[in-house]
């Protein structure tokens, strides 16, 4: 029993030690636990943002892929623009050519008829115009007399004629009979 005594007069510090101890050890535990539930709740929100970060991340990948598209379709348009345009400059400049060779043409028409119109005026003067006149009175006689002689003998000609029918037919009604 004295050695259950001495135990149990070294029991009770050691007691006491252990006591001490385990409420260290729950106080120690209970702050883990605490811990470990703050960790808990900060791992659960982390892995909410984290969701939410990559629904974000899906949204803007389908944001980046439509205006990938978006830009693909824009680059397809402005080069067909830049075709079409191209055919208009070369329409446009086909026709400035067009209408300049016509405007030179029409320059060096209305060039000649400058000129035409200088010599008829130069031609038509009042001062030549009496001369102009008695050259197209003589003129005038000179046709008139060639019309006369020709009527003339194309009258000769035509009395010639039906005296040729004439000496033709009494001939043939001998002949016959």
Request: with cysteine.
């Amino acid at each position: 029993m004295i050695i259950i005594s001495i135990l149990q007069g070294t029991a009770t510090p050691c007691k006491k030690l252990l006591e001490e101890e385990i409420k260290m050890t729950k106080s120690v535990r209970d702050s883990l636990q605490k811990q470990l539930a703050t960790l808990q709740s900060e791992a659960y929100q982390l892995e909410g943002i984290h969701k939410e970060k990559e629904e974000l991340c899906r949204k803007l990948q389908f944001q980046y892929d439509e205006s990938e598209q978006d830009s693909a379709r824009q680059l397809e348009h402005n080069k067909k623009s830049d075709e079409l345009l191209e055919q208009h400059r070369c329409e446009i400049q086909g026709f400035k050519l067009k209408h300049r060779k016509q405007r030179m043409k029409f320059e060096n028409q209305l060039q000649l008829l400058i000129e035409q119109h200088k010599n008829l005026h130069s031609v038509f003067t009042l001062e030549r115009l009496p001369g102009e006149i008695e050259s197209a009175e003589k003129t005038k006689s000179q046709l008139l007399s060639a019309e006369q002689m020709k009527l003339d003998r194309l009258h000769s000609l035509e009395e010639q004629l039906e005296e040729a029918k004439e000496l033709k037919q009494p001939g043939s009604t001998a002949a016959e009979n």
